[in-house]
Structure formats: C-alpha cells, structure tokens
C-alpha cells in the first residue's frame, strides 16, 4: 500500500509567546530554474551558433523559466504561459517566436502557446497567447509533448506533436492548425534548418519524416517507438533517432538508417543532443539505468554516453563511450555527483558554447558541464541554478521533492538536530548541522542523498518502493536511523553511508516504523515498532529478532504517551487506514505487545485515520482524510470517546500531519492537509490558516532545534521543506 504522504508523529516542546511569522522555504527556490528538484521536461536552445544562446527549461508542474548571460529568468503565468511545458519550438536565428507544447494543469489537459516578442528586450519572457484554431479538445491527460518552428527564412510553418493525436501542422504561424499525422503519440519533431518542408517526427510507431511542411507524412524508419529525433544542422542530411535500446542514423535525409548502440546493456535511452554547429562531430545521449545496468548503476539512475570523431560520420555510426554519469561519496563536492534514481530524460548544448551541457533529470533538477568537448578527464557537472559554470548554485537539493517522511531528534534536548527526509525512489536525504569540514553556504548544511541499496540478489528484489517511514534510535550507539522501504526495514549508523538489512522477512508492506522514547530510570534497548498490511511486528534488541505480528493491519501512524516513564503509562496510538480503519491502541507496558480493538466511538464508519497524536494527560488528536469524513477529531479519555472538531479553515480537509507546540501559557495544535497547514489554539474550537500555504499539499510535521530556534518543519508533495520559526 502506498500513500501520496507520509505522516510525522506528533512532538511538544515549550517555548515562549505566541508569534507565529509565515512558513518560509528551508532552501532557497529562488535561484533556479528547476527549484532543484522538479522533473526537468523539457530543454531547448537558441540553435545556429550565435552570440548569445537562450536556453528554455520546464518541468511537469513548473514553470517555464529562460536562461540569459547573467542567470535564470522565470516565465510568470501572467505573461500567459501555464507551467507544465514539454516542448518548445522556434527559428533558427529569431528567439523572438517561440511554440510551446504544454501539458498545462499538472498533465491534466495539454495546450499550444505562442509569443511573438519573446526576449524583446532582451530579459523580457514576451506575451503568450494560447492557440487553439484547428485543435482538438482538451481532454485530461491528453497533452502536448513536442513542437518545432520551420527556419528564420519561413517561420510560419511549425509543427506540433499530441500524446494520442499525432502531429498538427500549421502554415501561418499558428493562427489555424491542421492534424497532418493521425494515430501515433508523438514524442519529438524536428525541422532542417536549411530547407523548412523538410521535418522528422518520433513516434509511437517509428520515425516519419515530411518533405512538404506537413502537407504529407512517410514512414522511414518503422518500428519500435521512437523517443527523440535530431538533424544535423552543418549536414541536414544526417539525421538521429533514439529508441530505448540504440541510436538510429541516417546520412542520406532517412532513405536508410544504421544502429549505433552505446557499448553493454541495461538502458532506456530518452534524448540525444542536436549537433552544435560549432562542434558538429560531438553528442551525447542519456536515459536511464535498468536492472541490469552499466556498471556502477542501480535500476532508475541517470546513464550518459559521449560520441566524437573527426571527418565525416562512420559507417557505423557515432562511437559511443562508455557510461560516463558517476555518482560519488564525497559528500561536499562541487562540482557534484549526480543523484540516485533519477534518470536523464533531456540533454542539450548551449547555445552559444558547445562546451557547456545543460542535462535535465526526471525528479532530479537541472544539471551542466562547462567541459562537455573533453574526453580525458570525462565532463565534470554540477547543479545548474545561474548561467555562468562558475557561480555556485544557490538552491539545495530538496526543492521539488515529494517528501514523504520527516524523522527529527526530540527537540526537548535543545541541541542542533540532525534533520532526516525520505522520498521516492528510496532517496533518503538529512541535514547536518555540524557537517564534516568546511560546506559551500549555498548548500545548506544538506548532504547528498543516501541511497538505501537494493536487496541482495535471490531476496525477492527491491523494486520502486519510496521510503514510506524514517524513525530514529538515538538509545543506540551509535545513533541508528531505521529506513521501511516497500517490504524490508533497513539502518545506517553513519546518516546512510552504509545499510544494514534487519534480518527478519515481513509478512507484508511496511507501513510505518516507530521507537518508543527514552525513559526515565532507563531501558537497555528502544522498542522498535513495525506497522505492515498484516499487523505489528515488535522488536526489543534493535530488530535483532522481532515476535509474531499483533494488532491491527495497516497503521500509518504510530505516537507514544507524552507522559511516558519507566514506572507509568507505556501507552501507544495508531492511526489506521482501509475499510477496517480507526483508532487503535495498546496500554500495555511491555510497549505495543497487546492491542485494542478499534475504538471508534463517536467516529464516522470507516474512518480511515490517517494521524494520531497526544496532546498530554488523556487528550488525543485524530486526523482524517477518507472521502467527505475528513477533518480532524478529539478525545478527552484517551480514544474512548471522539468528536469532531469545527471545520479546518471553515472547510473539511484531508489532515497528513499534527503536531502540538506549548506556546507560553497556550497549547497550539497545528494540522497540515492538502490545502496547506492550519492551527488551533482552542482543542479545534476554531482553525486559521499558518504560514501562507495555502492550496499547497503539505504533509509530515515535526518541531525540531536547528539555527538556533524552534522550527515547524513541514513536508510538502510540490516544494520541498518549508520552515517557521514558533517563539
């Protein structure tokens, strides 16, 4: 069972008055074009070779932004343009047209854009109107994934490519459209740069290939699909075309084509550069990793391949290298590593400098060398959030992830914490505040993501799991972290360097983990809990060995009894989901052995809990998020008895996160949900919104010590970490 969110286990901690400033960003989306970490689309450049090259960089989900010589420039929605561009297409030699293919509305329903007077001036990202004379109608999921512009000599032919309705084709600029290629999904187009009839499309079905600006479509290279297709500006006769597997060339304008695999297996191939006019006789082609991938991958991480030659093209097309893509240990490295799991899905040249490479990552951000045109030493990357190669980035890497689990240090000990955050595609990311030797500012005291391996061969495979629980045990020594990934728990004692697998074999999904805390008086080891599809596993020697599973199937969140001591209340809570949910608890001291039934008096059927917390003594906090029973609910005898509290905001709300602060002589309960984070500072009596998240999908909550104050951290599905400061 997977969810969109995990939830973070409530915490307190005293502090002073109540002043709650608003939730800002924990890193900085400011600098960049991707925000660091949103799934780069698509890249284009200002081709011919001038002066200035302009590159053009989106994202699902983001916004369009444009790099000139001093930096990044976002495309506002006000200028016209909807975020979720997958292709752009203009003249060589005019950057003032521009054809935007757009997914629009998070790839719920695709559009054509166009501006006229895109860089003029110069910094200016135009006005874009949308076009939709000749079109189909927008239906969900159906989008635009590529376009392409006849040259400078004729720019009103261009040509744009539908997920399921093939290529439309237009003859004056755009005004009115006509669906020239029918029944294929087209996933790239482009047009040769000296004579604008002539154009390729990569399809569903093969390469095909026009000779009159649309008016006709040939088949030339049948087969399987075909993902990226380029021509060679400086020879336009010579033609690239990726499929999963190779790269297909023609040096006859597509009568025939060769393969030109690059050397081994185990890729997925997804783009290829356009040759640069100034260094014809270079490419790269990028993709992914799959299970039996170049050496030193694992399955979904970026692979590269480098090509070069002197003289005309071989026989036996460009000869590639090998994978060239590393992903080192040194944490602080600049220029860095590449990240896990996150695959290349666009690469091309600067405009201007054929040396620099601009590599885009699915869910990974914005990547670039400025030593593209060397062979020996390799390229060297690093995170592209400014133009110039040598200004640092001045984002960090979280920006744009899904977080999906936050586990903190208790902040009751007022010591910097460690801040740990786990995401998809088992990325595992933490924040140190006394790092290791000096760190570039700009970096944010966050490392490198630690990747959580795959399981040894033979034991059933890892698969795509996301991280879908982080807990700490800071009873141990040292620290452990534990790590529920899919269907095993795995823990670091060196913030993820290396991985430990718990030997025991769960009967089902991981769901949630949990430690109980550290006690007065003492207890030798922390009870490690495991929440799976069948029940609770209970370990009391750090998952050495663990019993037979008890209680209830499916908890997504465990909290423990804020009055929790080695003489009293070992009491825990769990939040259940499914058609069996609700509220569930143990009171037993031995820490989970034995379980209630559920207790959902006064609770709709089925609640579906997502969230439990304690707010101290017998009152209890629940959070909801199943269909029109969402909103948050309270206990005053410690789950016997519910009620829901008044509306979050005026309105229901799927609740992912609670947490409550003790602010001077008041106990303020704060929730998150997907319309953003909202507080209480009457038991629910009355919610206002916090931080200024509003309509944003935000989940995991945790209070955590670091830079010297109380923070509210929370997890978001679209940007990232935000933080406030509770004083």
Not at 153 to 174: D, F, K, L, R, W
Not at 294 to 302: E, R, S, V, Y
Not at 362 to 391: I, Q
């Amino acid at each position: 069972m997977k969810r969109s969110l995990m939830l973070a286990p409530m915490l307190a901690v005293v502090v002073g008055a109540s002043s709650m400033p608003p939730l800002v960003p924990l890193f900085d989306t400011t600098g960049g074009p991707t925000g660091g970490r949103v799934g780069v689309i698509s890249v284009d450049i200002a081709p011919g070779g001038g002066s200035t090259g302009t590159e053009l960089v989106s994202g699902e989900t983001m916004t369009a932004h444009f790099g000139v010589p001093n930096g990044w420039t976002p495309i506002a929605e006000t200028s016209g343009l909807p975020s979720n561009n997958r292709g752009f297409g203009r003249p060589d030699g005019n950057a003032n047209f521009v054809i935007a293919a757009n997914g629009e509305n998070g790839g719920e329903t695709g559009g054509v854009f166009r501006t006229q007077n895109f860089l003029s001036p110069p910094t200016s990202p135009g006005t874009w109107v949308e076009l939709t004379s000749g079109l189909p109608v927008k239906k969900p999921n159906k989008n635009y994934r590529a376009a392409a512009v006849e040259s400078v000599a004729n720019p009103m032919i261009a040509h744009v490519g539908h997920v399921e309705h093939g290529v439309y084709s237009t003859a004056n600029g755009g005004n009115t459209w006509t669906q020239t290629l029918p029944n294929v999904s087209v996933r790239a187009l482009a047009v040769d740069p000296t004579n604008g009839q002539i154009a390729f499309a990569a399809t569903s079905a093969g390469t095909y290939r026009t000779a009159n600006g649309g008016g006709a479509w040939t088949s030339v290279d049948p087969g399987p699909a075909t993902v990226d297709v380029e021509i060679d500006p400086t020879s336009p006769s010579t033609v690239y075309a990726v499929r999963s597997t190779t790269v297909r060339f023609s040096t006859n304008g597509g009568a025939s084509w060769g393969s030109s695999p690059p050397p081994g297996t185990g890729y997925d191939l997804r783009a290829i550069t356009r040759p640069h006019p100034l260094s014809p006789n270079w490419l790269y082609v990028c993709g992914a990793a799959t299970a039996a991938g170049p050496a030193g991958t694992l399955d979904g991480d970026g692979v590269i391949y480098q090509a070069t030659w002197t003289g005309p093209l071989p026989p036996g097309g460009p000869p590639w290298s090998a994978n060239l893509a590393t992903y080192g240990t040194p944490v602080y490295q600049a220029p860095g590593p590449f990240p896990r799991h996150n695959p290349f899905i666009a690469v091309s040249f600067e405009g201007a400098n054929p040396g620099w490479l601009l590599v885009g990552l699915d869910g990974g951000g914005f990547y670039w060398s400025s030593n593209a045109l060397t062979v020996s030493p390799p390229p060297t990357f690093s995170e592209a959030n400014t133009k110039s190669p040598l200004a640092p980035p001045t984002d960090t890497p979280l920006i744009g992830t899904e977080i999906r689990e936050l586990a903190a240090q208790p902040v009751s000990v007022l010591t910097p914490t460690k801040l740990f955050a786990g995401g998809d595609s088992r990325t595992l990311w933490f924040r140190d505040p006394n790092p290791p030797g000096p760190l570039p500012a700009w970096q944010e005291n966050w490392k490198e993501p630690r990747i959580v391996p795959m399981l040894p061969a033979g034991s059933g495979g890892w698969g795509w799991h996301a991280i879908t629980s982080v807990a700490f045990d800071e009873r141990a020594t040292p620290d452990r972290v534990y790590v529920g990934d899919g269907i095993r728990v795995q823990y670091t004692t060196d913030d993820g360097m290396t991985w430990i697998l718990l030997g025991q074999t769960f009967g089902g999904e991981v769901t949630e983990i949990a430690v109980a805390p550290e006690i007065a008086g003492g207890q030798p080891n922390a009870t490690l809990l495991v929440a799976t599809t069948v029940g609770v596993y209970r370990s009391t020697d750090g998952g050495s060995t663990f019993s037979a599973p008890t209680g209830p199937p499916n908890v997504v969140n465990f909290t423990f009894d804020r009055n929790y001591t080695a003489a009293a209340n070992h009491s825990v809570f769990a939040a259940v989901e499914g058609a069996a949910g609700g509220f569930f608890r143990s009171l037993d001291p031995s820490d989970g052995a034995t379980w209630s039934g559920a207790m959902n008096t006064g609770l709709p059927a089925n609640p579906g809990l997502t969230i439990i917390g304690h707010k101290g003594g017998q009152t209890l906090f629940a959070g909801s998020g199943k269909g029109n029973l969402e909103g948050v609910f309270i206990s005053d005898n410690q789950g016997a008895n519910w009620r829901i509290t008044t509306p979050l905001g005026g309105t229901l709300a799927r609740v992912f996160g609670l947490v409550v602060a003790t602010v001077g002589p008041n106990e303020v309960v704060f929730a998150s949900t997907r319309g953003g984070v909202v507080r209480s500072q009457d038991d629910g009596a009355t919610w206002t919104g916090y931080g200024g998240l509003v309509n944003s999908r935000c989940g995991p909550l945790r209070l955590a010590f670091f830079d010297g104050s109380v923070k509210l951290l929370v997890g978001t599905e679209g940007h990232g970490v935000e933080a406030g400061i509770v004083n």
